[in-house]
């Protein structure tokens, strides 16, 4: 049989989402076994520049060589998966307010600096994505799962769970009833609940979880004493995601 | 798709290529990612929202602008955490340097020495090096995993300490994967001590953290071979960034002169206070010598630093399993404050800067990355490798000055904030 092609691209971002997939480790040999990956920028030199089976895309398109990379990559890929939150919903590079991007960046480079980039959008906002892979950064386990499901043709999407559902499998304390802005109760699980689980409210890195009542998240936090901050907390990862509410 | 894929340097942390004019020796280093502007992105925000923010500049180095933004804020707050919360942080730190070094010794910059393109055909060709590189990247991830929660973006350290206890059981047990491990980082060392360097020595002024008594990689002063000794409060005064024009990374000098920070500077101003495994180890070097004015010694001073931090992690492991049970947050007050906090990053010192109102909130952020301080370096010794190198071909030279900037691990990703 002949092998299957994967690429794994990177644009604007922090390349965690990519780190993890290396901290697939012994695993990747596997997959080596049955793929090839003849483009990887993080770890090897590039060897073939299309067709590819499957194509995982990670981080923002902010600069010009990132929108033109990634609407070539659709063009030559089978199935694209987003890689992680950027790539999903823009993340913390587009809690960034927008409106004030030209200010921001005079205040950093001066008058004189001229940029090409542009504010950070999720890959939707580009191109078609077939699959997701959620997170900052993506859970090891679901980042597996989702690229062995779809080598097998099969569809990876399981069942909608709340960050907060699996936070009270683990029975830890609620930080939400302790006043802190946790955005579990709207928050698409698969982490594993891992910041609640280490005392850090969750910040919805995830994106929405079906049927996620927004409003409620958001009289809530004013409720609590956030009404300066609703836009910050939210703005981060959970309103960034209108696709479930 | 060909010419976006080929014009990057790959095998590095961020998107970067190099402008070179062979008949001048000009080389640039230009830097092509998209300005997130992390500096504004914090102004408006909670205080305590710096620690999860800023480790998102990065996903190779995140716990380390995690802990940077956590001693800049301590420092802001004049918050005194006790000696376990020191310990754990400098274990947490100590993983988050090996985990990196070794990514970038093995899988980034050991295939330019081996002589292979990549860490698979490491895994096919050259099982027992894989199976070191695998082996303590794993013991990296599993320190910053056990301490810090996650492997990537750590989730437990915060103002004042932790937000949770750690079972004694697991750091016993913590410790005893990092000493079955600890041989491997004496294998490594020896490997790297084998590699063909190319032969280039172009001094410079190198600069990290120190404080004359230990091998420290938070707090201190701001250490130089030429003799700069300041304080981190005055870092403004000392690293100066400016804006260049082919780079979306600013680059930052000292006097106006460029300078190196990371492991070479670190093994290069304090060998003396390495541990003894690694100390031992670089006493058995047959032609190498520190301090050293060779760039890309740069990775033999990570191969050192992997044995050292595996050295210092089980050390400060076995100080807090030996003590009573640690208490791991202190209670502090925030206040209308500013400061600077550093700390060595995996790549050298990271700055964190931030000013601080009389509600918690963030009015101003300043962060400087080890790469903007290296980047200028890497390109004064690009030029002078190019003067150098008169009589070899173009794509040799171009090969090397490849090899060069891979040796420097830069973190254009961090360079980039």
């Known amino acids: 049989m002949e092998k299957l092609k994967i690429g794994i691209f990177d644009l604007t971002d922090c390349e965690g989402c990519e780190l993890q997939i290396l901290n697939l480790k012994g695993k990747l040999l596997k997959l080596a076994e049955i793929a090839d990956i003849p483009v990887w920028r993080l770890a090897k030199t590039p060897t073939e520049f299309g067709p590819y089976d499957l194509a995982l895309i990670e981080g923002t398109p902010m600069s010009k060589d990132d929108i033109k990379l990634a609407k070539k990559i659709r063009e030559k890929s089978k199935k694209v ?49 077939d699959y997701f892979i959620h997170g900052c950064p993506i859970d090891l386990d679901e980042a597996e799962k989702v690229i062995v499901d779809i080598l097998m043709d099969k569809n990876p999407a399981g069942p909608s769970k709340s960050v907060c559902l699996e936070c009270k499998e683990r029975e830890n304390p609620c930080l939400f009833l302790k006043n802190e802005p946790c955005q579990g109760p709207i928050t698409e699980g698969g982490c594993k609940a891992v910041c609640p689980s280490n005392g850090l409210r969750c910040w919805g890195c995830q994106g929405l979880v079906k049927d996620a009542n927004v409003g409620a998240m958001e009289k809530n936090l004013k409720k609590m004493g956030y009404e300066n901050q609703v836009e910050n907390i939210m703005g981060a990862f959970t309103k960034q995601d209108e696709s479930k509410e | 798709m060909k010419d976006i894929l080929d014009k990057y340097i790959c095998k590095i942390e961020g998107h970067g290529y190099l402008k070179l004019d062979y008949s001048h020796n000009k080389v640039q280093l230009v830097v092509d990612e998209g300005e997130r502007l992390f500096e504004k992105l914090l ?19 995140p716990t380390a602008h995690t802990l940077a933004s956590i001693s800049a804020l301590e420092n802001a707050f004049q918050v005194e955490v006790n000696k376990n919360i020191e310990h754990l942080r400098r274990i947490l730190l100590a993983g988050q340097i090996i985990q990196s070094h070794a990514l970038h010794f093995f899988f980034l910059a050991a295939p330019d020495y081996i002589g292979l393109d990549n860490a698979l055909e490491i895994a ?97 002063k701001i250490t130089s071979t030429e003799r700069v000794r300041a304080d981190i409060q005055d870092y403004s005064l000392n690293i100066k960034e400016k804006v260049v024009g082919h780079s ?123 790469t903007v301080q290296n980047l200028e370096n890497i390109e004064r ?14 794509d040799e030279r171009y090969q090397l000055l490849e090899m060069l900037v891979r040796a420097y691990d830069p973190c254009i990703t961090c360079s980039v904030h």
């Open chain 2, 43 to 61: 102004v408006g925000r909670p205080y305590l929202d710096a620690p999860f923010i800023t480790a998102r500049i990065c996903g190779v180095c």
């Open chain 2, 248 to 370: 979306t990374a600013k680059h930052a000098t000292h006097n106006k002169e460029s300078f190196m920070v990371g492991a070479l500077s670190r093994v290069n101003l304090q060998t003396k206070f390495l541990n003894p495994k690694a100390k031992t180890a670089m006493h058995n070097f047959k032609r190498i010598k520190f301090p050293s004015t060779n760039p890309f010694h740069i990775n033999l001073a990570q191969a050192i630093e992997v044995v050292h931090f595996m050295e210092e992690c089980s050390k400060l492991l076995g100080v807090i399993i030996d003590g009573k049970e640690p208490i791991l947050k202190v209670p502090y007050k925030a206040r209308k404050s500013s400061a600077a906090g550093a700390i060595e990053a995996p790549r050298g010192t990271l700055y964190h800067y931030y000013e601080i109102d009389d509600k918690g909130i963030i009015q101003k952020c300043d962060i400087i990355t080890p």
């Open chain 1, 81 to 129: 998966i987003a890689l992680g939150a950027c790539a999903h919903l823009g993340g913390i590079p587009a809690a960034l307010d927008e409106k004030k991007r030209d200010k921001f960046l005079r205040e950093i480079y001066g008058w004189n600096y001229k940029s090409s980039s542009v504010a950070a959008k999720p890959l939707t906002a580009y191109i078609h994505v």
């Open chain 2, 124 to 220: 096919d060709k050259k099982p027992a090096v894989f199976k070191m590189a695998l082996a303590l990247k794993e013991i990296g991830d599993d320190i910053v995993r056990t301490i810090g929660g996650r492997q990537v973006h750590p989730v437990t350290p915060t103002v004042g300490g932790f937000t949770k206890k750690f079972d004694k059981k697991l750091l016993i047990d913590l410790k005893k994967r990092i000493d079955a491990n600890m041989h491997f980082s004496i294998e490594a060392l020896d490997l790297a001590q084998t590699f063909k360097y190319p032969d280039f020595k172009n001094v410079t002024q190198y600069f990290a953290l120190t404080n004359g008594i230990n091998y420290d990689i938070i707090g201190g």
């Open chain 2, 381 to 394: 010794d690009a030029e002078y490798i190019l003067e150098n190198t008169k009589k070899m071909s173009e």
